[in-house]
């Protein structure tokens, strides 16, 4: 059976994984009708990647004899600035979930759960990945500038770029 605190823990972490799949939903929506299909693309396959760490968690949780809870969401941002926006926003959600999952490692340790700290493992290693890749997109954002040729050819290879690269 489930220790109590770490199945909250755990139940949090998977409202922060729902939400999100919710912000790169509406990030997604706002790239799509503002004529980045790239970007769009890039982002509904991230919202996709969020849901199935969330639903990794779930089953989990269920599997492991504890009750995993669906969250309700609130709406996500809809409007951006432009693509530095949402990639720097992005940015500081991937750091928050970082600093999130570690909170539940910690507490793995101390409450000597050593399965769940096994299974939180992959998590540590997927945030790693996720965060270079947000900063490596910030840092071509930046050396692209306002060059809306630059600004062509990002979109267009975003396209390809998967959100876990
Ligand atoms: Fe990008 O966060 Fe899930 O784990």
Redesign the pocket.
């Given at each position: 059976m489930i220790d109590t605190q770490i199945e909250q823990a755990l139940n949090d972490q998977i409202a922060m994984?729902a939400r999100?799949s919710h912000f790169y939903l509406g990030m997604a929506t706002w790239a799509e009708t503002s004529g980045l299909n790239g970007t769009a693309a890039f982002l509904y396959r991230h919202s996709h990647?969020?849901r199935e760490?969330m639903l990794k968690l779930i089953r989990f949780v269920n599997e492991r004899g504890g009750t995993a809870h669906i969250p309700s969401l609130d709406a996500p941002a809809a409007e951006f600035s432009g693509l530095h926006a949402v990639f720097t926003t992005l940015l500081e959600h991937?750091t928050n979930?970082t600093a999130s999952?570690n909170e539940v490692v910690d507490l793995c340790l101390s409450r000597k759960d050593y399965t769940t700290h096994n299974f939180m493992q992959w998590?540590v290693s997927?945030?790693i990945e996720?965060e270079a890749l947000a900063r490596t997109i910030l840092d071509k954002l930046a050396m692209i500038g306002s060059d809306s040729a630059g600004l062509y050819l990002f979109d267009r290879d975003l396209e390809q770029l998967e959100p876990e690269a």
């Open positions: 994984e999100s990647e969020e760490h991937e979930v999952i998590y997927e945030q996720e």
